[in-house]
Every structure is written in structure tokens, then in C-alpha cells.
């Protein structure tokens, strides 16, 4: 015997749509929150690293070209001096930034004194052994700027999860028509 009922579930097209959206906005709310946690903060180190590799070519040249200063000055001068980081912006937990000293490798006479290489040729060592880029970013990036990469996280999460709830909702509801009877969605 033939039933005179017709069912209607959601199509694969929303569930599709659904599943997509809700992992798209799961993707960038974990990539938000991540620059928020430690991509931001692992860039600020990188720019205040290399922003001591210009100051020492600019100490550099100012202490041993200008004044004269030996090798063994030099080197004292280095021991000395400290990476300065602002307040206000946040680098990776685990560094001192009150007292981190300029790298080794910049009380390396020879380097910082080769023509046309100095600080510069210091830096691409530096950065090739700590894996950072030859280039860092332009700017650091304060406060501000890492509770906004939070707030966008937590707005991608809460539309993940809006989208989740609607792919649940949706997908155990069908419509029926039984002969001339409707029964709708739910």
C-alpha cells in the first residue's frame, strides 16, 4: 500500500551553508584569538629587537667613528645597554623587559665595523638564528590594538556558535502533507 504522506527535511544546501559558516567563523575566532595571545605580542618583541640593532648602529657609529672607541669600548658599551620596551605594548611572557640585554652579537667589533653591513649584517644573523623576519613589522601593536584581535575572537565565536544553533534547530525539523493535512515544521 502507497502512503499519501510527503515529507520535506532541510536540504543539503543549508546543512552546507551552515556547517561552512559555522566553521568559518570557528577559523577566524581562533586565528583572532591567537594573534591576540601571542601573534601580537611575538611582533612587538620582533620590532623593539630590531629597533636595538638600529640604535646600536646609530651608538655604533656615534662611539667608534666619531669618538674613537676601541673594540674593548665597544664591547663595554654593549654589556651595558638594555632592549627598551615600552609600556603599553605586550611581548611574549618569559622576557624581561626591564632588563634584557642588547644581543650578543652586536658587541662583534668586526661585523658592526664592515663596510656597508654593521648593524644590519648583525640583525640578519640574529634574526636567522631566532627565526624572525628580516623585515618585522612596521609599527607595534599597544594595547588597543591586541583587546580588539579579543573583542573580533569573541564576536567570530558567538556567531559559530549562533550558526550551530541554527544547523541543530533546523536539522531535526521536517514539514508533511498527509492528503489535504500540513503539519508544519517542528
Known sequence: MQSDT????????????????ALMFLGFGVYFYYDASTGYPQ???????????????????REVSGKGASAEDWERIVLARTVKFPEGYEIPSGVDRNAMPWPAILADYSLMSAPGKGWSAA??????????PIKPVDHPYDASKIFEQWVAGCICMALAMVALFFLVRTRGRKMALNGEEVTAAG
Not at 49 to 60: I, N, S, T, Y
Not at 123 to 132: A, D, T, V
Request: with cysteine; proline share 2%; net charge neutral.
Open 43 to 61: 611582533k612587538n618583541l620582533e620590532f623593539f629587537m630590531h629597533k636595538a640593532f638600529v640604535d646600536a648602529g646609530a651608538v655604533f657609529d
Open 123 to 132: 640583525w640578519q644573523s640574529y634574526s636567522g638564528e631566532k627565526h624572525y
Open 6 to 21: 510527503v515529507e520535506c527535511k532541510p536540504t543539503m544546501w543549508f546543512t552546507g551553508r551552515a556547517v561552512i559558516m
